[in-house]
T-cell receptor, first 108, second 110 residues
Framework: KNEVEQSPQNLTAQEGEFITINCSYSVGISALHWLQQHPGGGIVSLFM???GKKKHGRLIATINIQEKHSSLHITASHPRDSAVYIC??????????FGQGTRLTINP | SQTIHQWPATLVQPVGSPLSLECTVEGTSNPNLYWYRQAAGRGLQLLFYSVGIGQISSEVPQNLSASRPQDRQFILSSKKLLLSDSGFYLC?????????FGPGTRLTVT
C-alpha cells in the first residue's frame, strides 16, 4: 500500500462543476502539499498546509490531521483547470512522498 | 525573485552512456535542493536532497549520483545509463516551506 493514496485516479467533468480530489496518507507529516502538473510536465505548487483550510481563487484545500486526509476542491471548474493534481506528504525537511496523481479533464 | 533552471530540456542517450543533468537556482542563498524522477505512468519519487554544499542524501539506491559543487548548483549524474533510468527528472528548491520546481528534463534511454 502506498504511503499516499489519491482518488480518483481519473476525473472527467463538465465546465462549471464542483470538483473534489481526495488524498489519504499513512505517514507522519509536517505538511501536506498540493501540486499541479501541466501536460508539458511543469509542476506548480498550489498549496502547503498543516492544518485547517486554505483558499486561492477557485481552489480550496483542506486537511484533517486526525483522519490523515486532505481534499482539493475546485469551484466553477474551467477547461484550463485540466491537469494532473498531485498530493504530497512532507515527512520533514521537505522530503516529499507523492501520490500517484489525479488526471482531471474539464470539458467545455 | 527566485528562478530555477534545468538543462537540457530533453535528452536521448544510449544504454551505457554517461549522464549529467544540471540545475541552478538564482535569487536565493543556501537553498535546500532536490532531485525527483517521474517514470512513465508512475508518480514522482524523491531521489536526492541537499541542505548545503557537498551535503547529499540519497533516498533510494540506484544507478545515479548527485553532487552540489556550489551553493546554488545541483548536478545529477550517472556513469552508465540503464533503460530503467528513462523518465522525467525534476529539480526543486525549498526555502523552508513550499517547494518550487524547475521545468524538468525528459530523458529517454535507448
Amino acid at each position: 500500500k502506498n504511503e499516499v493514496e489519491q482518488s480518483p485516479q481519473n476525473l472527467t467533468a463538465q465546465e462549471g462543476e464542483f470538483i473534489t480530489i481526495n488524498c489519504s496518507y499513512s505517514v507522519g507529516i509536517s505538511a501536506l502539499h498540493w501540486l499541479q502538473q501541466h501536460p508539458g510536465g511543469g509542476i506548480v505548487s498550489l498549496f502547503m498546509l498543516s492544518s485547517g483550510k486554505k483558499k486561492h481563487g477557485r481552489l480550496i484545500a483542506t486537511i484533517n490531521i486526525q483522519e490523515k486526509h486532505s481534499s482539493l476542491h475546485i469551484t466553477a471548474s474551467h477547461p484550463r483547470d485540466s491537469a494532473v493534481y498531485i498530493c504530497a506528504a512532507d515527512r520533514g525537511a521537505q522530503k516529499l512522498v507523492f501520490g500517484q496523481g489525479t488526471r482531471l479533464t474539464i470539458n467545455p | 525573485s527566485q528562478t530555477i533552471h534545468q538543462w537540457p530540456a530533453t535528452l536521448v542517450q544510449p544504454v551505457g552512456s554517461p549522464l549529467s543533468l544540471e540545475c541552478t537556482v538564482e535569487g536565493t542563498s543556501n537553498p535546500n535542493l532536490y532531485w525527483y524522477r517521474q517514470a512513465a505512468g508512475r508518480g514522482l519519487q524523491l531521489l536526492f536532497y541537499s541542505v548545503g554544499i557537498g551535503q547529499i542524501s540519497s533516498e533510494v539506491p540506484q544507478n545515479l549520483s548527485a553532487s552540489r559543487p556550489q551553493d546554488r548548483q545541483f548536478i545529477l549524474s550517472s556513469k552508465k545509463l540503464l533503460l530503467s533510468d528513462s523518465g522525467f527528472y525534476l529539480c526543486a528548491w525549498g526555502p523552508g516551506g513550499s517547494q518550487y520546481f524547475g521545468p524538468g528534463t525528459r530523458l529517454t534511454v535507448t
